[in-house]
């Protein structure tokens, strides 16, 4: 059989699925649990709760700040000690909500139970309401980027969905907890494509998992030929060459239904596909049957030098310090802390920063791993351009924006840069390719707008 | 417990590296290497060592007391490859001091005075060798007949396979080309008459460095197989046009085509960065060659095509653009 892959560029970075075995362990209560505001793309959440509130698991303590925005919930009884700020994934203090815990009481509305729900059994759920309950219990997508969940599922007027697309392909290197997820909760995933397939009115479903996961692939085949056996929903399971950036939303829809997404700002939809990941998915299974807000989460903590490895489920706002002891304590020496993994994960500089709904990976990566080589002169290789999966040419992005003029970067179309690094994997002369690329994509972004507003 | 280490993404890296493919280069070149060695001897070897030997040296010399790098750039491999690709040009029998003049237009004039490594507009190793052809046209146009082991100065010239196709074409009477070596002798070199540069004398040792150089993705294939297909079909239309022109198998085999297709026009810093310009530039090389070599004053266009295609390079670059992902056609 040909198996599918995207079409331009991609690379093969090292796999380091150190944990691919590690069956969920449940990671202990924190003491003191940080839920910054701003975990999702969009306006940051407003508080609702002040110093010396009690709340319970599931209790909404900040509410959507905008239309692109989402609520934050509680994953922890206590206290609010403080609304103050506290050192995030960025780097800089950002506001916060900060709450002691204490205990483990959850709100009465929650469905604590195993039982598996069934779209069958639950005939009130309309698209609308299908939306709204994902909505109010402030998903997002789990894969990274943190986009609220129910603005994909109501796609703009000018826009018709035809499928669903999720996304299980877990490219980075090191992460392994959408995998864990797929092999714990099959079942659970599945109603969750299906309440999204009825949110988004579309029948066809497709689920996007790269070959190197053989037994998740075979699980999903199997579950998905019984669960939708006698249904008018098709649903299939796509096996995907192995290759980074597979999962990429662009990327992704490209391998699956070949269709390929134009420059933004189109986004999938205009192509016919929702994307969403699979741990979307199951979030959404939780808030639609389980009336369960999004508040835990699947995270792997990994890392070459790291003493036991693992996949846990989450309570967001655990700082990584007490996951990274969970696992044995940080290594010796000097390492690089990533939320996320290798490839787009963010380097942080304290272990202090919180798991947020995004945070599907604590990485840790140790000596010579950990630091960046000598960069030397460009070598015009051209095997950035080979590996680049939107067809751009990174060296010269680079130097157009080393050089700071815009007007050329914008006309090489650096917009449309999805920051993916591989170029930068694949200099052989190290250049910090994407470092310049980045800078010149947020200023060339900039002006664009303001050109907007001026209009 | 250490610090913690921050910098952007991504945090892996490939672990290509300048040097590897560099030194990937020179490891392609070896089949060649020891061909020449096995075929010219001594004088060879001679050539070879001075070649490299001077390269190494003024790349060192200019890096370090003209530019006043912080890096030396000696040892990425790349001044090597300029030495081994300037002999690999040049007849056995050069004296060494000529040879010396070669290395320091290919090093100091074509590669170190436009910024070092990355910043030349044309090929090292062929300014070399143009200029000692400008500068020393006897010495550069006689070359040495293969199996002379012993012999370096001294060696007895004779008529490279491009001559004889060129006398063809001056004289108009295709029977000249009954000199022709086989098409199988010019493929691995073995033809006692043959005479040539030292590394252009076997198709068979430089198209295994072609492989070599593809297997471990050192380059791609659109240079040397658009190169080498021009030529062979501007070759064969020819020859059905006229037999006073070579057969096109014999054309392709002969000369410095396949060195210069395989690792001359392939020199990643004067060679365009996309896969259709890439195409754009070999067809050309390939025409210019074909133009030179049976309609010019040399009997050998390949390394003036390449230079001349150096040239526009950067407007190569400027217009061929890849296919952005998602680009939707111009409407027109």
């Keep these: 059989m040909n198996i599918k892959t995207f079409s331009i560029g991609g690379i093969h970075p090292e796999e380091n699925k150190l944990t691919h075995e590690a069956l969920t362990q449940v990671a202990a209560l924190p003491k003191q649990a940080i839920f910054p505001l701003s975990q999702h793309i969009g306006a940051p959440a407003v508080p609702v709760v002040q110093k010396g509130d009690k709340v319970k698991v599931g209790t909404m303590i900040a509410d959507a700040g905008g239309f692109v925005s989402a609520p934050i919930f509680s994953s922890v009884s206590g206290t609010v000690f403080k609304v103050d700020s506290a050192i995030d994934a960025t780097g800089y203090r950002k506001p916060a909500i900060i709450i002691n815990v204490e205990g483990d009481e959850w709100e009465e509305s929650i469905d604590r139970s195993d039982k598996l729900e069934t779209v069958k059994a639950h005939p009130e759920l309309t698209p609308e309401e299908i939306v709204n309950r994902v909505k109010i219990a402030g998903v997002t997508g789990m894969g990274g980027a943190g986009f609220p969940t129910f603005i994909k599922l109501t796609p703009p007027p000018t826009a018709k969905a035809e499928c669903v697309i999720i996304n299980a392909v877990e490219c980075e290197p090191y992460i392994t907890a959408d995998f864990r997820l797929m092999m714990e909760k099959a079942d659970e995933i ?9 949110a988004a009115k579309v029948t066809t479903g497709y689920i996007g998992i ?4 053989p037994a998740a692939i075979e699980l999903l085949t199997k579950k998905c030929a019984e669960a939708f056996a006698d249904t008018n929903y098709h649903v299939e399971v796509v096996p995907l060459k192995q290759r980074y950036p597979q999962g990429g939303e662009k990327q992704l829809v490209d391998a699956v239904i070949q269709r390929q997404v134009p420059a933004p700002p189109a986004i999938p939809v205009n192509v016919g596909a929702i994307v969403q990941n699979v741990g979307t998915a199951y979030a959404v299974y939780e808030a639609v049957m389980k009336h369960k807000p999004l508040f835990e989460r699947y995270t792997t903590v990994t890392g070459k030098r790291l003493l036991n490895p693992g996949n846990f489920l989450v309570r967001m706002g655990t700082p990584m310090q007490d996951l990274i002891d969970a696992c044995g304590g940080m290594p010796e020496g000097d390492n690089k802390l990533l939320a996320g993994g290798p490839m787009m994960g963010k380097a942080l500089t304290s272990t202090e920063v919180p798991i947020c709904k995004g945070t599907n990976s604590v990485t840790i990566l140790s000596d010579d ?11 015009r290789c051209a095997k950035c351009v080979s590996a680049c999966p939107m067809g751009l040419e990174p060296y010269l992005l680079a130097k157009i924006s080393e050089v700071k003029n815009w007007e050329r970067a914008e006309r090489e ?11 930068q994997f694949t200099c052989p002369a190290h250049r910090p390719l994407l470092d310049n690329i980045r800078q010149g994509k947020a200023t060339v972004m900039g002006i664009i707008r303001s050109r907007a507003a001026k209009k | 417990m250490g610090k913690l280490i921050v910098s952007l993404s991504p945090h892996a890296h490939g672990n290509d590296s300048v040097e590897r493919n560099m030194y990937g280069v020179i490891i392609a070149l070896m089949p060649a290497l020891l061909v020449s060695f096995y075929f010219f001897g001594l004088g060879s070897v001679v050539v070879t060592a001075t070649s490299v030997a001077a390269c190494v040296f ?6 370090k007391y003209i530019l006043k790098q912080q890096r030396n750039t000696v040892l990425d491999g790349s001044a090597i490859l300029t030495g081994l690709l300037l002999a690999f040009n040049l007849p056995s029998n050069l004296p060494v001091w000529i040879i010396i003049i070669g290395a320091l237009f290919a090093i100091g004039v074509a590669k170190m005075t436009f910024g070092g490594l990355g910043n030349n507009l044309f090929n090292p190793a062929l300014v070399g060798r143009a200029a000692l052809l400008v500068a020393f046209p006897a010495q550069m146009t006689t070359w040495p007949k293969v199996g002379q082991l012993g012999s370096y100065l001294d060696a007895e010239t004779g008529a490279t396979p491009l001559a004889v196709m060129k006398e063809a074409i001056k004289s108009g009477d295709p029977m000249v080309l009954n000199d022709l070596p086989s098409s199988l002798n010019l493929f691995l ?7 040539g540069a030292m590394g252009e004398i076997c198709a068979l040792a430089l198209i295994i460095g072609l492989i070599f150089m593809l297997w471990r993705k050192i380059i791609t294939w659109h240079i040397p197989v658009s190169i080498i297909a021009t030529v062979f079909v501007c070759a064969a239309l020819l020859h059905m046009a006229n037999p006073v022109y070579a057969d096109p198998v014999s054309v392709i085999l002969s000369g410095g085509l396949m060195l210069g297709a395989i690792f001359m026009a392939t020199d990643y810093v004067t060679s365009p960065m996309t896969p259709k310009g890439q ?5 050309a090389i390939g025409l210019l060659t074909v133009i030179i070599r049976n309609w010019g004053a040399y009997p050998e266009g390949m390394s003036f095509a390449i230079l001349i295609m150096n040239a526009f390079t950067p407007l190569i670059n400027n217009y061929v653009k890849p296919k952005r992902f998602g680009e939707v056609p111009a409407k027109k």
């Design chain 1, 190 to 198: 599945l109603v969750g494509l299906e309440l999204l397939m009825i």
């Design chain 1, 210 to 213: 790269e070959t190197n996961k």
């Design chain 1, 369 to 379: 791993e950990a630091r960046r080589k000598e960069s030397q002169p460009c070598i």
């Design chain 1, 413 to 423: 179309d650096i917009v449309s840069c999805i920051e993916c690094g591989s170029c």
């Design chain 2, 58 to 63: 003024f790349e060192w010399a200019i890096s």
């Design chain 2, 189 to 195: 070199g073995n033809h006692p008459d043959g005479a």
């Design chain 2, 279 to 283: 195409l754009i530039y070999g067809v």
